[in-house]
Each structure stands twice: as structure tokens, then as C-alpha cells.
């Protein structure tokens, strides 16, 4: 069956480093992969779409890579702030419909 | 203004009652779901309907019944609510639907918790 992980545990980083979060599948083959941004208490945010032949994508202090051989992006922010914490969704799109199958997500807490 | 907004925002009923959510989106977009939230935090979707016409019906218990009068609106319908259907329940518009690739963009969450 299809599986998308990504690191349940919390990732603690110091504010100026860069966090590096990992979203792994199994069982897909996605056209599409999307990272949201979730604050307590509230909705998903888009952040960032990469398509299956983008290896890399940039946003801002945002960096997403996309390795369809690994099956696995990767999701850097860089020069971290306090109020880059919260949870991290990434999110698998097929070619066809507009299917959202997402992960667990991973909460970052920036310390200053 | 709220571009898809959801009432109401909490939602506290005993097992066995009937609820309803509401969903409405000034976005002008065409397609329209709901996710449900576990406590996990696994966000999965449950419906969505274009135009009105219901594109996708994942594996949901027939006590929930989507409803859209129009593609502003769509709402979710719980007969017979169970303590497992305990969850934040989250409407998303994007723009067209037919395609893949599409920004979502959610709601603030209804939080249902059955007593």
C-alpha cells in the first residue's frame, strides 16, 4: 500500500541553522509533491510545489529537492527563525485528479 | 475577508447525533473537500466535488453525507456520530480540479469531539 513518512519526531534547531526535513514514499509514483506549512490551531498552508522532473526548487529561505529515484524530498529552510515553527506536511499529487495524499508532518521549534 | 471558511469552529455532541459543518470559499475556485485530522495528525482526505459533481468518495462511512448547493458551499453531514469520529475536519478549495498539481487551500478547522 502507499506510504509517505516523514519524521514524527519534533526537530529542535538553533534560530540561524537550517532545518532539514525528509519526506520519504513507498508504493507511488507521484507527479507532484507539495509542502504545507500547519500552525497549531489552524489550517495547512501551501508553501512550495515540485514537479517529478524539477530537482530542485526555491522559495525565499525555502529549498525543496525532489528525488524520484530515491522516492524522497528533501525540505531545507535556511537562516531559521522562531517564527519558521510549526509543522511541515509534505504531500503527494499523481499525474491525473487532484488527489492530495499526505504525510504525518514534522513539527520544527526554532530557538532563539 | 476569510477566503474558505468554516463554521462552526468547535463542535462538542454526544454519541448517536446528528451534525453538520459548514463550508463556504470566496475564492471563485471549482473544487471543494473535506479532510479529516486524527489525533495523529494524519490529514486525510474524505471527499471533494467540482462544480457541484462529487469527483472523489474515499472509503467513508455512509453516515457522512457531503452536500454542495453550489460551488461556494460545501457542506458535511455526521449521522449517528461515533467516538471515533472525534477529529479536526478540514474544507480546502483549489482552483480547477480536473488537473494534478493544484494549490490547496484550507480552512481554519472545525474540531469535533464526541462525548
Known amino acids: 500500500s502507499q506510504k509517505i513518512e516523514q519524521n514524527s519526531e519534533a526537530l529542535n534547531i538553533q534560530e540561524g541553522k537550517t532545518a532539514t526535513l525528509t519526506c520519504n514514499y513507498t508504493n507511488y509514483s507521484p507527479a507532484y509533491l507539495q509542502w504545507y506549512r500547519q500552525d497549531p490551531g489552524r489550517g495547512p498552508v501551501f508553501l512550495l510545489l515540485?514537479?517529478?522532473?524539477?530537482k530542485e526548487k526555491r522559495k525565499e529561505r525555502l529549498k525543496v529537492t525532489f528525488d524520484t529515484t530515491l522516492k524522497q524530498s528533501l525540505f531545507h529552510i535556511t537562516a531559521s527563525q522562531p517564527a519558521d515553527s510549526a509543522t511541515y506536511l509534505c504531500a503527494l499529487n499523481k499525474a491525473a485528479g487532484n488527489k492530495l495524499t499526505f504525510g504525518g508532518g514534522t513539527r520544527v521549534l526554532v530557538k532563539p | 475577508d476569510t477566503a474558505v471558511s468554516q463554521t462552526p469552529k468547535y463542535l462538542v455532541t454526544q454519541m448517536g447525533n446528528d451534525k453538520s459543518i459548514k463550508c463556504e470559499q470566496n475564492?471563485?475556485?471549482?473544487?471543494m473537500y473535506w479532510y479529516k485530522q486524527d489525533s495523529k495528525k494524519f490529514l486525510k482526505i474524505m471527499f471533494s466535488?467540482?462544480?457541484?459533481?462529487?469527483?472523489i468518495n474515499e472509503t467513508v462511512p455512509n453516515r457522512f453525507s457531503p452536500k454542495s448547493p453550489d460551488k461556494a458551499h460545501l457542506n458535511l453531514h455526521i449521522n449517528s456520530l461515533e467516538l471515533g469520529d472525534s477529529a479536526v475536519y478540514f474544507c480546502?478549495?483549489?482552483?480547477?480540479?480536473?488537473?494534478?498539481?493544484?494549490?490547496?487551500?484550507f480552512g481554519p478547522g472545525t474540531r469535533l469531539l464526541v462525548l
Open positions: 480546502a478549495s483549489s482552483r480547477r480540479g480536473g488537473g494534478a498539481g493544484e494549490t490547496q487551500y
Open positions: 515540485i514537479r517529478e522532473n524539477e
Open positions: 466535488y467540482n462544480n457541484k459533481e462529487l469527483i
Open positions: 475564492l471563485g475556485h471549482d473544487t
